[in-house]
């Protein structure tokens, strides 16, 4: 296959061809009659193979001094693979128009021979450029992917961040075809670029008594105050019985409400909190807080960083 000349690189032009085997056309909006078809794998002279994946009815326009002659080819086939259009002469001169060869150019006549066109050979190829006020972007159709297949080929970036690209049309020439499948990445766990899913389950050993681990967690500002003005809240897990104690905050300043929890164990039950287990958020690792559990004796437990069902 041939390749068009460097300046006319992202434009379209229609290569008459004498060894193609079918006309082939790249822009499936410029078919006038289109039939999909099951993919066909075809190869071209230099033994480059692609796939088509319909045939249909084109019209072309021909130079003609200063004007076109417009004529219709049929049983042309789709493919987005070459960025050309073939024009196959042979079948052209299978119908009623003659190609006549000489003196640089390629004459197309009508059977009574009135001249239809002239393609004129430059660089040992006859070629013309298709309706050069065409934006360029016209000749590529928008090809569509699975957000995972886009997220493997820019990089392995967050799901998110791809399916926005193409959505806020910072990525041109792309459609995301929408899945209700789980977004995985076979690569991603791999690598481990992504969170582990947190199992429905509670798995391992669970404490043997009241207070000898307690989860906590802080949720985040409500978007509506209590009348007190808290905006927050704070929860303690006795993983023992799952019995749980939340406290409304004002701030993410959750230290007072530990203390308080510990105290009502402590007075209600009679035992110290051995080990508190939270997430890496930045209100369990002030120095604080810290400090505090080492003055008691109680040990942290930390999730794994970035873990979505940390508690
Ligand atoms: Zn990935």
């Known amino acids: 296959m041939a390749s068009p000349p460097a300046y006319l690189k992202g434009q379209i032009w229609d290569l008459y061809d004498l060894g193609a085997s079918h006309h082939i056309m790249p822009i499936r909006e410029d078919f006038i009659e289109f039939q999909s078809t099951t993919p066909k794998t075809l190869t071209t002279a230099n033994q480059q193979e692609f796939h088509s994946g319909g045939i249909g009815n084109i019209l072309i326009s021909i130079p003609n001094g200063c004007t076109t002659t417009t004529i219709c080819l049929t049983s042309v086939l789709y493919t987005l693979s070459i960025g050309i259009t073939l024009i196959l002469v042979r079948c052209i001169d299978d119908t009623r128009y003659m190609c006549l060869f000489g003196n640089g150019c390629c004459e197309i006549c009508r059977s009574d021979g009135e001249l239809v066109g002239i393609i004129p050979k430059r660089q040992a190829l006859y070629w013309v450029v298709r309706d050069i006020n065409k934006p360029s972007a016209h000749a590529v159709k928008p090809t569509k992917l699975m957000v995972m297949d886009l997220h493997c080929c820019m990089g392995h970036i967050t799901p998110h961040a791809t399916y926005e690209l193409v959505t806020k049309g910072l990525v041109t020439g792309l459609k995301i075809i929408p899945s209700k499948e789980p977004e995985k990445c076979e690569a991603c766990i791999k690598a481990k670029l992504t969170c582990q899913d ?6 391992g050993k669970r404490a043997t008594r009241f207070g000898e681990e307690v989860w906590s967690d802080l949720w985040r500002p409500l978007k509506v105050a209590t009348l007190g003005g808290q905006k927050y809240f704070v929860s303690f897990t ?11 905050l004002q701030m ?5 409400a530990y203390k308080t929890f510990e105290a009502w164990v402590k007075k209600h039950l009679n035992i110290g909190i051995a080990c508190l287990h939270s997430n890496h958020g930045g209100e369990y690792m002030s120095t604080e807080l810290i400090a505090y559990l080492d003055s008691k004796g109680t040990v942290r437990k930390l999730t794994v960083h970035n873990c979505k069902g940390a508690c």
């Open 198 to 203: 947190i199992p429905k389950v509670h798995q």
């Open 238 to 248: 006795n993983n023992h019985s799952q019995w749980t104690t939340i406290y409304l």
């Open 252 to 256: 993410k300043d959750i230290l007072e």
